[in-house]
């Protein structure tokens, strides 16, 4: 079974900055799922995937644009320090976590006060060519629930 849109896709992946040291990776853990097609995964990802199979492992070298998108240059906001969730003390380069509209987003600290801070809300990794390796474990068909709800179910999805 090819992926394509409407299929569940499990797969593992490592990532790696532009020197080809790894940031991130859940090689050794269960694979992670999504739904092909239903904006789950960054577009990058879902354009390389398209058309592979389980089984299939390759590694794709994407622009900032495709992944975690470009540095927006008026992204500093200032925030309260209670909402700010990762550590007690908070120091300029550390990463936060704060919940907003449209779920919860990393942030970095460029400045800390007592009560308040001043973050830059682009992602970490937004304005990086990426390089990711990844490893397709399954692909099955979604069920007709997890394509009305736009997200996989069990394991590696999300659980009502």
């Known amino acids: 079974m090819t992926i ?5 896709v499990q797969l ?20 992670i799922a999504y739904l092909h097609g239903y904006n789950g995964m960054m577009v990058g990802i879902e354009k390389a995937l398209e058309g592979k199979a389980e089984g299939d492992s390759f590694s794709v070298t994407l622009p900032a644009s495709e992944t975690y998108g470009e540095r927006q ?7 309260s320090v209670k909402h700010l969730q990762g550590a007690k003390v908070w120091k300029p380069g550390m990463v936060a976590v704060v919940n907003t509209d449209q779920g919860q987003r990393q942030v970095t600290v ?3 006060g007592k009560f308040m801070v001043t973050v830059d809300t ?6 990086r060519e990426l390089t990711f ?7 099955r068909d979604a069920s007709e629930e997890e394509i009305a709800h736009g997200h996989v ?4 999805g999300h659980h009502h």
């Open 4 to 8: 394509a849109k409407g299929k569940v």
């Open 12 to 31: 593992n992946y490592t990532l790696r900055d532009e020197q080809g040291d790894v940031l991130e990776t859940n090689e050794g853990s269960a694979p």
């Open 73 to 79: 240059a008026d992204a500093e906001q200032r925030v």
């Open 110 to 112: 460029l400045k800390a």
């Open 122 to 127: 682009n992602h970490p990794l937004a304005g």
């Open 133 to 139: 390796d990844l490893s397709v474990a399954g692909v």
């Open 153 to 156: 179910h069990g394991a590696g």
